[in-house]
């Protein structure tokens, strides 16, 4: 099956400081990049997607970028702020065929104040 | 419009007895996915159903847990002769279409004592 590969799987920053988490994938046909978010003890909460046709997305204080021909796909948290703090999952699939999401393996982000 | 609904929230079974996972897709929503979360990682594809079908299983044990989405009522997972290693959080997401945003639900946690 699809693989995903997060880093870093921790990240520590001071609040007000910018996080960048990076995903690498390797099937070609992957065009649809949404990133989750998951505080303790909660359900996983869609934040951001992409789409292969597309190299940048931003939403406020958020922002993912896209490159196709490396294979990789980031996520940009700018202005920290602590209620950032959580699991933040990259996942992928190929729309085009009956096929699931794809998890990343996840990276704890820390603000601290 | 309600989201995904999963009860219990939480379950507690002794070894050898069935697990009942009960998953309410969000209105208008005929895809279910069903994923399950060990401590400190990330969400692991179990079963994905379309009303009445099973598209892919290709996560599941071959062994004691099976899954379903009758025409009516909500999406079931069962798990058989449970064991401590079944102990988790499982996780149920739906989407309007297929392959398309996921939306999850508060999850379940299994505890097999």
């Known amino acids: 099956g699809e693989n995903v590969e997060q880093h870093p799987s921790t990240l520590s920053v001071q609040e007000g400081d910018s996080a960048v988490i990076k995903c690498t994938y390797s099937?070609?046909?992957?065009?649809?990049f949404p990133w989750y978010k998951q505080e303790l003890g909660k359900r996983p909460q869609l934040i951001i997607d992409?789409?292969?046709?597309?190299g940048e997305k931003k939403d406020q204080r958020i922002a993912v970028t896209l490159n196709k021909t490396a294979k990789h796909f980031s996520l940009h948290i700018t202005e920290t702020q602590p209620e950032d703090s959580a699991v933040y999952f990259c996942?992928?699939?190929?729309?085009?065929?009956?096929?699931?999401?794809?998890f990343g393996t996840g990276t704890r982000l820390q603000v601290t104040l | 419009n309600a989201g995904v609904m999963q009860n219990p929230r939480h379950l507690v079974r002794r070894r050898g007895q069935e697990a009942r996972l009960r998953c309410s897709p969000m209105?208008?929503?005929?895809?279910v996915y069903w994923y399950r979360q060990l401590p400190e990682e990330g969400l692991k594809f179990m079963v994905y159903?379309?009303?009445?079908?099973?598209?892919?299983e290709s996560g599941m044990p071959k062994e004691r847990f099976s899954a379903e989405f009758p025409k009516e009522g909500p999406s079931i997972l069962r798990i058989q002769q449970v064991v401590r290693g079944d102990s988790a959080a499982y996780f149920c997401?739906?989407?309007?279409?297929?392959?398309?945003?996921?939306?999850f639900g508060s999850g379940t946690q299994l505890s097999v004592l």
């Open positions: 997401a739906s989407s309007r279409q297929g392959n398309e945003k996921l939306f």
């Open positions: 099937d070609s046909a992957s065009n649809y």
């Open positions: 992409i789409r292969s046709n597309v």
């Open positions: 996942t992928l699939i190929n729309t085009g065929t009956a096929s699931k999401l794809t």
């Open positions: 209105k208008g929503h005929s895809h």
């Open positions: 159903l379309q009303k009445e079908n099973i598209i892919d």
